[in-house]
Nanobody, 121 residues
Framework: DVQLVESGGGEPQPGGSLKLSCAVSGFPFRRATISWIRQRPGKELEWVSTIRGNTDTTRYADSVEGRFTTFRDSTKDTLYLQLNSLKTEDTAIYYC???????????????WGQGTQVTVS
């Protein structure tokens, strides 16, 4: 079975940091293109970042560029999202998703995780 399981959410203070994890199973992790997508309270889904399979090239939304970093550890089949300089507006449920396209912010998704809550206050 394909599974993506997020963890690492919490309640950091503004200006703080947090590292989210996305443990993957059921498909070739090293070749997978995976996005982080968040949903802020009362808002629609918002694309955050994407890491490309094989090359590990990354893209970020303007709202998180320079503050968030996504990277993978292929020995653990785990993707990470390092969140730095957090703002209250980063409060959201963060999801990882196995996506079809590296270039599309809101392209087709093969599978989703269940999400992890980040509350900055």
């Amino acid at each position: 079975d394909v599974q993506l399981v997020e963890s690492g959410g919490g309640e950091p203070q503004p200006g703080g940091s947090l590292k989210l994890s996305c443990a993957v199973s059921g498909f070739p992790f090293r070749r997978a293109t995976i996005s982080w997508i968040r949903q802020r309270p009362g808002k629609e889904l918002e694309w955050v970042s994407t890491i490309r399979g094989n090359t590990d090239t990354t893209r970020y939304a303007d709202s998180v560029e320079g503050r968030f970093t996504t990277f993978r550890d292929s020995t653990k089949d785990t993707l990470y999202l390092q969140l730095n300089s957090l703002k209250t507006e980063d409060t959201a449920i963060y999801y990882c998703a196995n996506v079809v396209s590296f270039y599309m912010d809101y392209g087709p998704v093969d599978s989703w995780g269940q999400g992890t809550q980040v509350t900055v206050s």
